[in-house]
C-alpha cells in the first residue's frame, strides 16, 4: 500500500524566510504532485514532477523530486504572508491503479 | 477556459438519504476522477472514470457509486447516507487521465455535503 508522509504538518514563519516542505512516499512511482489549497477552497495546481532529479520553480516555489530516495521537496524562498495556504503532495503509483495517493497537508502560515 | 465545475456547491442530508452530485470536466478533458476530503482522514480516492468506463476505484464501499456520460460530465452517488460521509468531495479533470504522462489534474470547487 503506498503511503505519503509529509513533514512539517504544520509551520508557523516570518517573511522573508526560507523553508522546506518534505514529502516522503513509499513505494515506487513515476509521478509527484504539489497542490495548494486556501481555507474552504479547492486545489490548486502547483507542480507535477515526472522523472529523477526533476526540479521546477514558479515563483518563490520550487519543488524537486529524487525517485531513488522517493522523496520530493518543495522550497518557499523569501516567504510573503500570500504563500499562507496548506500545501499537499500527492503520488500516483506505479501501476496507476489507485488514483492519487495524498499527504496529510503542510498548514502553512506565514506571519509578515 | 472554463474550469472544472461542481454543483451543487452545498448541501445538507439527513441520514438514510441518498445523494447525488454532478461534475462537468474541462471542455476536452476525458478523465474525471472523485475524491473524498475530511479532517480525519484527508484526501482519499473515490473512483476515476475515463470514456464512460470506471478505470480506478479506491476503498470505499458500495453505497458510493459513480457514472460518466458520453459528453465526459459525471455524478457520483451517495445511497443510506451515515454521519461520517459528511465531506468535502472533489471532482479533478484531466486530458488522459491518472494513468497518463505528464498531465496537470485539475480540480474543482467542491461540493460540501453536511449529513444530520
Not at chain 1, 489549497?37 to 486545489?43: A, C, E, R
Not at chain 1, 519543488?63 to 516567504?79: F, G, M, N, V
Not at chain 2, 451517495?78 to 465531506?87: M, Q
Not at chain 2, 468535502?88 to 484531466?94: D, G
Amino acid at each position: 500500500e503506498l503511503k505519503v508522509e509529509q513533514n512539517p504538518l504544520f509551520l508557523s514563519m516570518q517573511e522573508g524566510k526560507n523553508y522546506t516542505i518534505y514529502c516522503n512516499y513509499s513505494t515506487t512511482s513515476d509521478r509527484l504532485y504539489w497542490y495548494r489549497q486556501d481555507p474552504g477552497k479547492s486545489l490548486e495546481s502547483l507542480f507535477v514532477l515526472l522523472s529523477n532529479g526533476a526540479v521546477k520553480q514558479e515563483g518563490r516555489l520550487m519543488a524537486s523530486l529524487d525517485t531513488k530516495a522517493r522523496l520530493s521537496t518543495l522550497h518557499i524562498t523569501a516567504a510573503v504572508h500570500d504563500l499562507s495556504a496548506t500545501y499537499f503532495c500527492a503520488v500516483r503509483s506505479g501501476g496507476g491503479a489507485d488514483g492519487l495517493t495524498f499527504g496529510k497537508g503542510t498548514h502553512l502560515i506565514i506571519q509578515p | 477556459k472554463a474550469g472544472v465545475t461542481q454543483t451543487p456547491r452545498y448541501l445538507i442530508k439527513t441520514r438514510g438519504q441518498q445523494v447525488t452530485l454532478s461534475c462537468s470536466p474541462i471542455s476536452g478533458h476525458r478523465s474525471v476522477s472523485w475524491y473524498q476530503q475530511t479532517p480525519g482522514q484527508g484526501l482519499q480516492f473515490l473512483f476515476e472514470y475515463f470514456s464512460e468506463t470506471q478505470r480506478n476505484k479506491g476503498n470505499f464501499p458500495g453505497r458510493f457509486s459513480g457514472r460518466q456520460f458520453s459528453n465526459s460530465r459525471s455524478e457520483m452517488n451517495v445511497s443510506t447516507l451515515e454521519l461520517g460521509d459528511s465531506a468535502l468531495y472533489l471532482c479533478a479533470s484531466s486530458l488522459i487521465g491518472i494513468g497518463g504522462s505528464g498531465n496537470t489534474i485539475y480540480f474543482g470547487e467542491g461540493s460540501w455535503l453536511t449529513v444530520v
